[in-house]
C-alpha cells in the first residue's frame, strides 16, 4: 500500500512539471515568439528623405519600406517643380513600426489667386514687402523722373497697369516704376546771389530744388551769411530740373544742415 501510493505520487509531480513546463513554453512562445511576430516589437524602419521626390517616386520608396503616406495639405511655391513633395512628417532618419503614416505636403500644379495690393505711393521698400507676404515677386524696376523718390508711381503686370484688387496668381512678377527723386520739369536756374543763406535756402526749396554744399568764404565787403556764388550759376539759357541740388558760397562761417 505504501509502495502504490509512492509511486502515485512520483508519477502526480511528473505530470505536474510536464504541465509547468508547457505553460512555461506557451507562455514564452507568446511573449518572445508571436507577440514580436504581430506588433514587430523591437523592429523600426527608418523614414527616408522625401523632399523633392515625385508622387511616383515617393510611393515606390516607402512601398520598398513598408511605409504608406498620407497628403496633408498642398500648396503652391514658385519655382519649385509641381507634384512633388515639399515637406514631411516625421521627418528623415526617423524610426517607425511598420506600416506607419507618412504625412506628405504637395506642391500643387496651379498657383492660387491673390489680389493685386495698392502699392502707388508707398516707398520702394514697402512695396517689396507687400509683395512678399501675398506670395508674389518682385520684378522689373524702372526708375523714372520724379520728385517723389524712392516712391512707387505706377504698378503693372505683364506690362500693363494692373489696378488694386485685381486677382493674379501667386507668384507673378509685378513691374514697378519708381521716382528718381528728379523732376521732369526744366526751369530757368534762380538766382540767389546776395541774398542772406536762410533766404536763398528757402527759395531754392521754393523752386523744388535742393540745398547741397555750403561753402565758407571771406568777403571783408559783404555781410556774413551773404551768398557771394552759387552753383549751377544762374546766367541766360541755364536750366536745371526739378529736384537737382544748388550749392552756395557764403561769406564767414556755416552751418551744416547734417
Known amino acids: 500500500?505504501?509502495?502504490?501510493?509512492?509511486?502515485?505520487?512520483?508519477?502526480?509531480?511528473?505530470?505536474?512539471?510536464?504541465?509547468?513546463?508547457?505553460?512555461?513554453?506557451?507562455?514564452l512562445a507568446f511573449f518572445f515568439i508571436y507577440l514580436p511576430f504581430t506588433t514587430n516589437h523591437g523592429?523600426?524602419?527608418t523614414v527616408p528623405d522625401l523632399k523633392d521626390l515625385s508622387v511616383d517616386e515617393m510611393q515606390n520608396l516607402l512601398d520598398d519600406r513598408n511605409l504608406r503616406y498620407e497628403v496633408s495639405?498642398?500648396?503652391?511655391?514658385?519655382?519649385?517643380?509641381?507634384?512633388?513633395v515639399l515637406q514631411q512628417y516625421p521627418r528623415p532618419n526617423s524610426k517607425v513600426k511598420e506600416d506607419r503614416k507618412i504625412y506628405v505636403t504637395i506642391i500643387r500644379r496651379i498657383p492660387p489667386m491673390v489680389?493685386?495690393?495698392?502699392?502707388?505711393?508707398?516707398?520702394f521698400q514697402s512695396a517689396k514687402l507687400n509683395l512678399r507676404s501675398l506670395g508674389l515677386e518682385m520684378g522689373e524696376q524702372k526708375y523714372v523722373p520724379d520728385v517723389a523718390k524712392n516712391?512707387?508711381?505706377?504698378?503693372?503686370?505683364?506690362?500693363?497697369e494692373i489696378a488694386p484688387g485685381t486677382q493674379v496668381p501667386k507668384g507673378a512678377k509685378i513691374d514697378l516704376e519708381i521716382g528718381d527723386g528728379l523732376g521732369s520739369t526744366m526751369f530757368e536756374v534762380p538766382n540767389v546771389v546776395g541774398l542772406m543763406v536762410d533766404e536763398a535756402e528757402a527759395a531754392i526749396r521754393?523752386?523744388?530744388?535742393?540745398?547741397?554744399?555750403?561753402?565758407?568764404v571771406a568777403d571783408p565787403e559783404k555781410e556774413v551769411g551773404t551768398v557771394v556764388r552759387q552753383h549751377?550759376?544762374?546766367r541766360p539759357g541755364e536750366?536745371?530740373?526739378?529736384?537737382?541740388?544748388?550749392?552756395?558760397?557764403?561769406?564767414?562761417p556755416v552751418e551744416s544742415d547734417q
Not at 536750366?239 to 564767414?252: A, C, F, P, Q
Open 151 to 160: 516712391a512707387v508711381l505706377h504698378q503693372l503686370y505683364n506690362g500693363k
Open 239 to 252: 536750366r536745371i530740373r526739378v529736384g537737382e541740388t544748388m550749392d552756395l558760397w557764403v561769406v564767414g
Open 43 to 45: 523592429q523600426t524602419i
Open 1 to 27: 500500500m505504501t509502495k502504490i501510493s509512492t509511486r502515485s505520487l512520483f508519477d502526480l509531480l511528473i505530470q505536474i512539471g510536464i504541465i509547468l513546463a508547457l505553460v512555461a513554453a506557451l507562455f
Open 73 to 84: 495639405d498642398c500648396t503652391y511655391v514658385s519655382g519649385k517643380q509641381p507634384l512633388t
Open 206 to 216: 521754393g523752386s523744388n530744388l535742393k540745398v547741397g554744399t555750403k561753402i565758407s
Open 232 to 234: 549751377p550759376e544762374a
Open 115 to 123: 489680389p493685386m495690393p495698392q502699392l502707388v505711393n508707398l516707398t
